[in-house]
């Protein structure tokens, strides 16, 4: 989730700021390959897994730990794009 994050972050941003991919493009990779890339399913069963093993600690953990990282994904990747690849004016 962490790497599909990041990766949909830097193609959001670079066809944002930069204009590097068409809208064709762009939704080819967010649609196309990351949608099922970063699928919630295989989330979504893995915590659910947890919760019927009474392991609620770690239901938690793996949680937070999810959103947290994905956000910080998208973060990461806007910074990357606008520090390295949009051009200052």
Known sequence: NFVGS???????YISE???FFSEEVRIFWIIGLLGSFTTMSTFSYESFQ???????????????????LTLAAI???????????????
Not at 50 to 57: A, K, R, S, V
Not at 78 to 85: G, S
């Open 75 to 89: 973060y990461i990747g806007k910074l990357i794009v606008l520090n390295f690849l949009v051009e200052v004016k």
């Open 50 to 68: 947890l919760l019927e093993q009474n392991e609620h600690i770690l239901f938690g953990l793996n949680i937070v730990t999810t959103l947290i």
């Open 17 to 19: 700021h930069v204009g």
């Open 6 to 12: 990041l990766t949909l972050s830097l193609i959001m």
